[in-house]
């Protein structure tokens, strides 16, 4: 996004995937000229529609790294694009700050060692005594929770991300079809993808954002490429109980890696993404709430009003998301079983530089 506009329109690129990550890729290489078309045929239903758009940054536990590297780079591009993206959907931000909290005393000693050695993270320990863990312990019916605070991490609706997103699309002209690539061959130094309705694209780069798909057209022989599904589930609990608001509380928070978002007075959503499967596990209500031991009546299974799952990728033997060229004009974008959406703006940089040995 930062970089000048370059005349790119005669080059043709080809994104296989359409979920945050594939359209923010469209988005950057777009906005340098390149015509571009994004092929998926579930995009309704590919797993950033059921992701719930926590940023996790500066709470992230680690000073050093790729994925360090790649948080930064997203900490400070997410501001640009927000206002970017803004004029298609004003109401579009990052809602801070976001709260982790633990019952484990010894997780809890951690957390206090990483504020304490991070002092440039603007993170905070959440006193006991604090409003948000006493509305948290009145309505769940906990007594030991304790935690932080980052006044720089938050959420932003990943619905309403995808939506305005496709707003931008749709204002570029940029084509999406929903046709599944079943092959994709190199040919006079162009790229020959074939859909399962036998129609084929010519483009001279393509995308790879496809998750778990990928490996399908990526040939294994050449690549060693390994990714494993990671399955996240999410329910939404209904109640109608006059003494109980969850907008008193904070709007949202983690508690010992379970994560809730209330939605209004009546509604809050609890979600994972823990389960290494492509089969939701049947019993998610107590994997999701095993973290509170004597539960209020509100909270049982009779209370769920909806429930949902999507599966991400994660690299095997490699540093996730996996970011590579792969061959000329061939360059993988997947393995985000967490991060997608955080780390969407820094992949999308990345994805801009690289595409320059490509194409030049």
């Known amino acids: 996004m930062e970089r000048s506009k370059k005349n790119y329109e005669k080059s043709h690129i080809l994104i ?6 594939g359209k923010f890729n469209a988005l950057e290489l777009s906005e340098q000229g390149f015509k571009i078309t994004i092929a998926d045929p579930h995009e309704s239903k590919n797993s950033s529609t059921a992701a719930l758009g926590l940023l996790i940054s500066h709470m992230y536990q680690k000073s050093k790294g790729r994925s360090w590297e790649l948080r930064k780079k997203s900490n ?5 694009w927000i206002k970017f993206l803004q004029q298609y959907n004003k109401d579009l931000n990052i809602n801070k700050p976001l709260i982790q909290l633990t019952t484990d005393e010894s997780k809890y000693e951690k957390l206090i060692k990483f504020i304490s050695d991070n002092p440039n993270r603007d993170l905070q320990v959440l006193e006991k005594d604090s409003t ?18 980052s006044y720089q991490d938050g959420r932003i609706d990943p619905i309403s991300l995808l939506k305005t997103l496709n707003i931008y699309l749709k204002n570029k002209n940029i084509n999406c079809i929903n046709e599944e690539i079943i092959k994709i061959k190199n040919f006079n130094n162009q790229w020959i993808s074939t859909c399962s309705n036998r129609f084929e ?54 508690i010992n890696s379970k994560n809730f978002l ?15 499967d492509t089969e ?19 909270l049982n299974r009779n209370n769920i009003t909806n429930k949902w799952f999507g599966i991400r990728s994660r690299p ?30 820094a992949c999308s940089n990345w994805i801009s530089n690289e595409i320059e040995k490509h194409i030049l």
Do not use: R
């Open 280 to 298: 939701p596990i049947e019993n998610i209500f107590e994997e999701l709430t095993d973290i509170i031991k004597n539960k209020p009546p509100w």
């Open 201 to 254: 694209i010519k483009s001279d780069v393509i995308i790879l954002c496809n998750s778990l798909d990928a490996i399908k057209l990526i040939d294994l022989n050449s690549h060693n490429i390994k990714l494993k599904p990671v399955l996240g589930q999410a329910i939404e609990i209904s109640i109608n109980e006059k003494e109980i608001n969850f907008l008193s509380l904070p709007k949202h928070f983690s």
């Open 316 to 345: 095997q033997d490699e540093p996730s998301p996996i970011l590579k060229s792969l061959d000329k004009g061939l360059i993988l974008c997947s393995g985000f079983y967490k991060n997608g959406i955080l780390l969407a703006p």
């Open 132 to 149: 948000a863990i006493k509305n948290i312990n009145k309505i769940f019916n906990i007594n030991n929770l304790k935690g932080i605070i």
């Open 16 to 21: 296989i995937g359409s979920g945050i990550i």
């Open 76 to 80: 400070e591009l997410w501001p640009k």
């Open 262 to 276: 209330p939605k209004d007075k009546n509604k809050i959503i609890i979600g994972s993404s823990d389960e290494y």
